[in-house]
């Protein structure tokens, strides 16, 4: 990806708030030190963006933590499904066998108590519609889970771009300095020894 496309990527919501002001801040600094003359001046932009990136670099391992948590949280959902159907089957099961036993505790008159207190526990156990609207809303939260997480992680990969890019920018323009300073010190020791050799001819 070219650097025109970063900062288009980078600048396409405007002056947002949060990781894209971040990374729209690193794309300003980035401008000003290309232009800055003053090497003092320089320096603070330098500073100052290797500190704009260490915030995104924190603000991504932030959300790649979230992004576990999120899946952890996904799993937790899953078993908690997978136990409420098992325990709804199970219940079905049971609702069976007890209105077998109640069936024969009626033609039974020795056995009222019995068929009383199955009769009450047939009661406590949830209809089956109720189970499965439960059921149905735990799977849809679980689905929400998943789009979340799927929109986090395409967000991470984003950002892991957006924060190589601009490392591998910046790793440039500080080789590209370096090679200048040295340029211009080279320079410096060619005009002092030219200036040496004039005077040392004007003395003979």
Do not use: W
Not at 57 to 74: D, F, H, P, S, V
């Amino acid at each position: 990806m070219n650097d025109e496309c970063i900062v288009r990527k980078l600048t396409a919501d405007g002056d947002g708030a949060g990781d894209d002001r971040r990374f729209i801040t690193l794309i300003n600094l980035l401008f000003k030190v290309t232009r800055e003359r003053d090497p003092a001046q320089l320096q603070n932009h330098i500073q100052l963006l290797k500190e704009t990136l260490n915030a995104a670099e924190t603000t991504m391992k932030k959300q790649a933590i979230l992004a576990g948590m999120n899946n952890r949280q996904i799993e937790e959902y899953k078993c908690m499904a997978e136990e409420i159907d098992k325990s709804v089957k199970e219940s079905y099961e049971r609702m069976k066998d007890a209105k077998k036993d109640l069936l024969v505790a009626k033609g039974v008159r020795k056995n009222k108590e019995q068929y009383e207190l199955l009769a009450d526990m047939i009661e406590q156990i949830p209809s089956r519609e109720e189970s499965q609207t439960k059921l149905s809303a735990l799977k849809d939260e679980l689905g929400d889970l998943h789009e979340k997480q799927r929109k986090l992680e395409t967000k991470l990969t984003e950002r892991r771009n957006y924060l190589h890019s601009i490392s591998i920018i910046l790793a440039n323009l500080n080789r590209f300095l370096d090679e200048s300073d040295k340029k211009e010190a080279s320079e410096e020791q060619v005009e002092i020894l030219s200036e040496k050799n004039v005077n040392t001819k004007h003395e003979t």
